[in-house]
């Protein structure tokens, strides 16, 4: 198992260049499924949730081939079936548009259920209530689900929860349907916009996308084209906490400011200063942080996404804050791991309490899912002395070169193969 080795209380400092949105590249590569032609798809995070849904496409008979590293060409005129059954699928959470994809070209569809980060129920329900809507018959039977059409037809489609996942798959789903589908309180998030103007570049007519209601007039074909990703709020926002939680100061660059407004509002509250321009936003970190609430909500209201990162950011700072989590119901899952490095948090099923301004020190921990990986990683970089964090696998499902990236803005850290060589690596170091 690898491990990241932290050495805490450096100061951050410098720019960083955010990655190409991993939620947003996921629904537009699965978009290019249902292209005609060969459509190019930049600014691509190099991630393993990427990685996975690519050799899922490879195994459908998509032929994907990199460019350069960011840069994919996606070829979907030659699928061999309609399922898709392999290890990649059940990696990740995204491999549910394979069966928006599928069913809207070939009205067929056979996928694993997908896999992803647990952090509670987390059902693709909404995604199978718009499915039949269409008009398509959908069974979920050993491990798989399995989707059918004689045709789709468009209809209204009222989501009882807001839902990322199911606005885009429906969007999938529809722009090859017969007649027009309205999409009532849909996610309003930008890979949702993001997606919607890759399949309107496609050909597709779709309205509304950014807003709570979105119709889709089906078309008979799309064609191929090229098109860039947005870039990753979530790593921006992930490194601008670190700014703060460091007392540091970093540009993060080729981002949509605009995108990180609640984020920005939040790091305002605790006393950060925070200056953006067109593509940029720098932080600054106060000598002392203040205490804030937290309550996540769907876009644009502050993303579950950095709740994680700001429960380790608010463990640095003065006084007690409150989090609401409204998205997901076991989020909090990672806190006993913070715990570890000395953060004072106490959960009561979808709330917290963190008491803030002691002392972190460094202490062996795992990542539980994704983001409580890169809380681990801001509460390492704010404590004093070594942190060892496990589980990378999770981190590397949704940051590019992490290490890389932190230790260009000054911290010390490195990714190691094992305990025993992240012992050598601090006996080395203390030798130095």
């Known amino acids: 198992m690898e491990y990241l080795v932290i050495n805490g209380g450096k100061r951050l400092q410098g720019e960083v260049t955010a990655q190409g949105a991993k939620n947003a590249a996921v629904g537009v590569i699965s978009a290019a499924v249902l292209a005609n032609d060969i459509c190019i798809v930049d600014n691509l995070p190099n991630i393993e949730d990427i990685t996975n849904l690519i050799a899922a496409m490879n195994d459908l008979g998509i032929k994907c081939r990199f460019i350069d590293e960011h840069c994919l060409e996606i070829d979907p005129r030659n699928i061999k079936n309609h399922i898709a059954t392999g290890p990649s699928v059940t990696k990740i959470r995204a491999s549910y548009y394979l069966i928006g994809v599928l069913l809207g070209k070939y ?18 329900d909404q995604h199978i209530k718009g499915f039949k809507a269409l008009g398509a018959e959908v069974f979920v039977e050993n491990g798989l689900v399995k989707a059918y059409a004689e045709d789709l037809t468009g209809t209204s489609i009222y989501l009882d929860v807001v839902s990322v996942g199911a606005t885009i798959n429906i969007m999938l789903a529809a722009a090859l349907a017969d007649g027009t589908t309205i999409i009532e309180n849909a996610a309003k998030e930008p890979h949702v916009v993001d997606t919607a103007n890759m399949l309107n570049m496609m050909g597709a007519k779709i309205k509304g ?20 990703i947005i870039p990753d709020q979530i790593e921006a926002g992930t490194y601008m906490i670190a700014a703060a939680a460091t007392g540091g100061d970093v540009t993060v660059k080729n981002i949509i400011p605009r995108h990180m407004d609640s984020l920005t509002a939040k790091l305002c509250e605790m006393d950060c200063s ?19 609430n937290i309550k996540t909500r769907a876009y644009p209201g502050f993303p579950t996404d950095l709740q994680p990162q700001m429960t380790a950011l608010l463990s640095t700072a003065e006084g007690t804050s409150f989090i609401t989590e409204n998205i997901w119901e076991s989020r909090f899952q990672y806190v006993d791991e913070l715990k570890r490095l000395g953060c004072n948090i106490t959960v009561e099923g979808k709330a917290a309490v963190v008491e803030g301004g002691g002392r972190l020190t460094g202490a062996e921990a795992s990542a539980t899912d994704l983001r409580a990986g890169a809380s681990l990683i801001i509460a390492a970089l704010a404590a004093e002395g070594r942190t060892l964090i496990g589980n990378v696998r999770f981190i590397d499902r949704g940051y590019e070169d992490i290490v890389g990236k932190l230790a260009a803005l000054g911290a010390d850290c490195m990714r190691v193969d094992s305990k025993e060589q992240a012992k050598k690596v601090k006996f080395m170091r203390e030798l130095g």
């Open 274 to 292: 925070v200056m953006a321009g067109d593509d940029y936003i720098r932080v600054i970190g106060p000598e002392k942080l203040k205490a804030t």
């Open 209 to 228: 996308a950014g807003t709570d209601v979105i119709r889709i007039k089906g078309v008979k074909e799309l064609k191929g084209v090229e098109y860039t």
């Open 107 to 124: 009205r067929k569809a056979e996928v694993a259920m997908p896999g992803g980060c647990n952090f509670g129920n987390r059902p693709i």
